[in-house]
């Protein structure tokens, strides 16, 4: 059973001038230590790309988890890092969610499913939420 369905567009230059402000917390406060690894060591005109999809992904995330609940006050709400976009051996895009965001999907027995893409100034992300029981 579909439980929430979410979907993020970004732009993609904004995460660009983002990687030149020096000093920022931007992308500590966001993204988890593998992705921030993953990000960092991508040749220089990927990385904001990939910065990019994967904030694209965690508001996704959010829009899933509270898309059931129309007219009513959120549910749950996360750290951004509790949701890190990995990848299997054959490079599809899946969560890990780490902290109370993975202690909430496992009590709704909620499995994501992620879907990513980017291309020129644009990153877009798409979350569906599955009950599994």
């Known amino acids: 059973m579909i439980y929430g369905i979410g979907v993020d567009i970004v732009h993609v230059p904004e995460f660009a001038a983002a990687l030149q402000e020096p000093g920022t917390?931007?992308?500590d406060r966001y993204f988890?230590?593998?992705e921030f690894d993953y990000c960092e060591y991508a040749p220089d005109q990927q990385r904001a790309q990939r910065y990019a999809v994967r904030y694209a992904?965690?508001?996704a995330c959010l829009k899933a988890l509270d898309g059931a609940r129309i007219h009513s006050?959120?549910?749950f709400r996360f750290q951004f890092p509790e949701a890190s976009v990995c990848k299997d051996?054959?490079?599809r895009p899946f969560f890990q969610f780490h902290g109370?965001?993975?202690e909430f999907i496992s009590a709704l027995h909620l499995q994501a499913r992620l879907s990513l893409s980017h291309t020129g100034d644009y990153a877009i992300a798409q979350v569906s939420?599955?009950?599994m029981r």
Request: glycine share 4%; proline share 5%; aromatic share 14%.
């Open 25 to 27: 917390a931007f992308f």
């Open 32 to 34: 988890s230590r593998t």
């Open 57 to 59: 992904a965690k508001e």
């Open 73 to 75: 006050p959120a549910a």
């Open 89 to 91: 051996e054959y490079g």
């Open 100 to 102: 109370r965001l993975a």
């Open 129 to 131: 939420m599955e009950c």
